[in-house]
């Protein structure tokens, strides 16, 4: 029994070093290799090891947090925890083979509704990462066609705001953002110089007892609501440098009392951006963030993207999966 232990250990530590792409190909090869590969002790090596590293997470992805905490001889329903699944549903690449498997009349079904003209989607912009990072996201977004092109800047108004600006994706489809600031650019500059919290005109607290605490409540602005009541989704900019303090139950706060159901639908989706200034700057992976602002409490659909302010990277990406979420609660 010993030496059989030995030779499983030994296996295991081979196994190690090959990706999981490979171990999954491994496993199709006999039985004796699919049990092989299954292993838990592997699969969550694998998941701790590169989960730091996943540029995105979405609502059906995101890992319990469990599978931090729980040791692993713990036992769950009469069975080990399946670290295996949970990797294959939770890492980028699974998740795209996931969608390039749908069937084909996906592709059709939007192919006729771009036939049919639409009012280009609107969605409402905020969040820290807007105003604390040395680089400006919105400027970059103004500033750099070859990523993404400036189509408009409409003139009517939503109570007192702008109607901000209409962007053209890649593929044609046009959309417009409001950028809604907590503060004046006056404001927002002295904070940055001084590395103090500007504070957030956006919002009014309401305290409520939850028990026998007291819960800090948001509500908007009466013209944060006229926005809120007329977009079809939301970009949150998170700020996700690792040597800044981040107060995201506060954060959390403020995202609920935007995407508040009383405001508007309660299946808008909702897109974080999880934004650091520049690609030199340490971030926080996009895992921790989603549980540090327990996006797993939302209701709607809603999708964490890494990106980086002076070169927009990763934005595209999180901009195509919100209108691909628009776009299908529209023709619902």
């Known amino acids: 029994a010993t030496l059989n232990g030995f030779q499983i250990d030994v296996q295991l530590n081979i196994m190690s070093f090959l990706s999981p792409q490979d171990l999954c190909h491994l496993g199709s090869t006999s039985c004796y290799w699919r049990a092989a590969v299954q292993d838990p002790l592997l699969w969550r090596y694998f998941l701790l090891r590169d989960l730091p590293s996943w540029?995105?997470?979405?609502?059906?992805?995101?890992?319990?947090?469990?599978?931090?905490n729980k040791a692993f001889s713990e036992v769950s329903d009469n069975a080990l925890y399946d670290y295996m699944a949970v990797?294959?549903?939770?890492?980028?690449?699974?998740?795209?083979?996931?969608?390039?498997?749908?069937?084909?009349?996906?592709?059709?079904?939007s192919f006729l509704q771009s036939l049919v003209t639409q009012a280009e989607p609107r969605f409402a912009m905020f969040g820290p990462g807007l105003e604390?990072?040395?680089?400006?996201?919105?400027?970059?977004?103004?500033?750099?066609?070859?990523?993404?092109?400036?189509?408009?800047?409409?003139?009517?108004?939503?109570?007192?705001?702008?109607?901000?600006?209409?962007?053209?994706?890649?593929?044609?489809?046009?959309?417009?953002?409001?950028?809604?600031?907590?503060?004046?650019?006056?404001?927002?500059?002295?904070?940055?110089?001084?590395?103090?919290?500007?504070?957030?005109?956006?919002?009014?607290?309401?305290?409520?007892?939850?028990?026998?605490?007291?819960?800090?409540?948001?509500?908007?602005?009466?013209?944060?609501?006229?926005?809120c009541e007329v977009v079809d989704g939301f970009i949150y900019v998170a700020n996700a440098e690792a040597q800044r303090e981040h107060d995201r139950q506060e954060e959390l706060a403020r995202i609920l009392a935007m995407i508040d159901p009383a405001l508007g639908p309660p299946n808008r989706p909702l897109l974080?951006?999880?934004?650091?200034?520049?690609?030199?700057?340490?971030?926080?992976?996009?895992?921790?963030?989603?549980?540090?602002?327990?996006?797993?409490?939302?209701?709607?659909?809603?999708?964490?993207?890494?990106?980086?302010?002076?070169?927009?990277?990763?934005?595209?990406?999180?901009?195509?999966?919100?209108?691909?979420?628009?776009?299908?609660?529209?023709?619902?």
């Open 272 to 332: 974080v951006l999880s934004c650091v200034s520049h690609i030199g700057v340490k971030r926080i992976p996009c895992v921790y963030v989603a549980h540090q602002l327990q996006l797993h409490l939302l209701r709607q659909p809603w999708m964490m993207q890494d990106a980086v302010a002076a070169t927009l990277d990763g934005l595209l990406n999180g901009i195509e999966w919100l209108l691909e979420e628009a776009n299908c609660k529209n023709a619902q």
């Open 87 to 109: 990797y294959k549903r939770s890492c980028p690449n699974g998740r795209r083979s996931l969608k390039s498997s749908r069937p084909r009349y996906g592709a059709v079904t």
């Open 55 to 68: 540029t995105s997470v979405d609502w059906k992805s995101l890992p319990d947090v469990e599978v931090f």
């Open 132 to 227: 604390e990072l040395d680089d400006s996201l919105v400027q970059k977004m103004m500033t750099c066609p070859e990523i993404l092109l400036v189509a408009g800047l409409p003139h009517r108004q939503i109570d007192g705001i702008g109607s901000g600006v209409s962007f053209q994706f890649n593929n044609g489809q046009k959309f417009n953002i409001v950028t809604l600031y907590s503060t004046t650019s006056v404001e927002r500059r002295r904070a940055r110089e001084e590395q103090a919290v500007a504070v957030n005109k956006m919002f009014y607290q309401e305290n409520s007892i939850v028990g026998n605490q007291q819960a800090v409540h948001y509500s908007v602005i009466a013209q944060v609501r006229k926005v």
